[in-house]
């Protein structure tokens, strides 16, 4: 079946350092794939996504490009701030009305 | 932009017991929703697909008859645990396919703590 991993947290950096969050994943045919972030105390948004391969994604600041070749979608952005702090979600859909793969979550804790 | 709202956020419960979570679309109409489930440091799993008029359709080994998904309008899914034992005790947390891009986007409820003592 599908699955996504991602790299396991926490993961703490000073403000405006450069970020990347790992992200593979396998599934058969074509999936779409995206990153969620989720805030303390609410619930998971769409940061951003990619539909089909070298597709890239962006959303404030963030950005991932979908690999074919490395099944990677990695998520970089190149300055965090505290307001960053939160749980990253990498996840997958393989029909376009089919429920979501995820991976287990990345915290991110960015210090002042 | 679209809001999905989950009831309640936190519930305990005694074992043996049923409870009841719900999701509602506030405001879109949502004919597919999902429900996930969590474990602590663990990624959401899905549950079950529910498509309103029809019967949901269960993952692979999750009990259909433990947990109980109806969908009986456009704006509304409930989720009831039955029976509920202490490792029914998880974070819950629903999701509807909402406007965008085709209805292809899925739209997360804040999602609910059930402990069960």
């Known amino acids: 079946g599908d699955s996504v991993t991602q790299m396991e947290g926490p993961v703490t950096l000073s403000e405006e350092a450069f970020l990347t969050i790992n992200c593979t994943y396998t599934?058969?045919?074509?999936?779409?794939l995206f990153w969620y972030v989720q805030y303390p105390g609410e619930g998971l948004q769409l940061l951003l996504k990619?539909?089909?391969?070298?597709d890239k994604g962006s959303n404030k600041g963030f950005e991932a490009t979908y690999r074919k070749e490395t099944t990677s979608f990695h998520l970089e952005k190149g300055s965090v701030q505290v307001s960053d702090s939160a749980v990253y979600f990498c996840?997958?859909?393989?029909?376009?009305?089919?429920?979501?793969?995820f991976g287990k979550g990345t915290h991110l804790i960015i210090q002042p | 932009g679209a809001v999905v709202s989950q009831h309640p956020s936190r519930v305990i419960c005694k074992s043996g017991t049923s409870v009841k979570i719900e999701c509602r679309s506030l405001?879109?109409?949502?004919?597919?929703m999902f429900w996930y489930r969590q474990f602590p440091k663990q990624s959401l799993m899905l549950m079950a697909t529910?498509?309103?008029?029809?019967?949901?359709?269960?993952e692979q080994g999750v009990e259909k008859d433990k947990f109980l998904i109806n969908h009986a309008s456009l704006t509304l899914s409930t989720l009831t645990v039955t029976s509920a034992h202490p490792e029914d005790s998880s974070f819950y947390i629903c999701?509807?396919?909402?406007?965008?891009?085709?209805?292809?986007?899925?739209?997360f409820g804040q999602g609910t703590r059930l402990t069960v003592v």
């Open positions: 999701s509807a396919l909402g406007p965008g891009r085709g209805y292809t986007e899925a739209f």
């Open positions: 599934a058969t045919g074509y999936p779409s």
């Open positions: 990619a539909t089909k391969a070298d």
């Open positions: 996840a997958l859909r393989g029909g376009g009305a089919d429920g979501l793969t």
């Open positions: 405001d879109f109409q949502a004919t597919t």
């Open positions: 529910s498509n309103e008029g029809s019967k949901a359709t269960y």
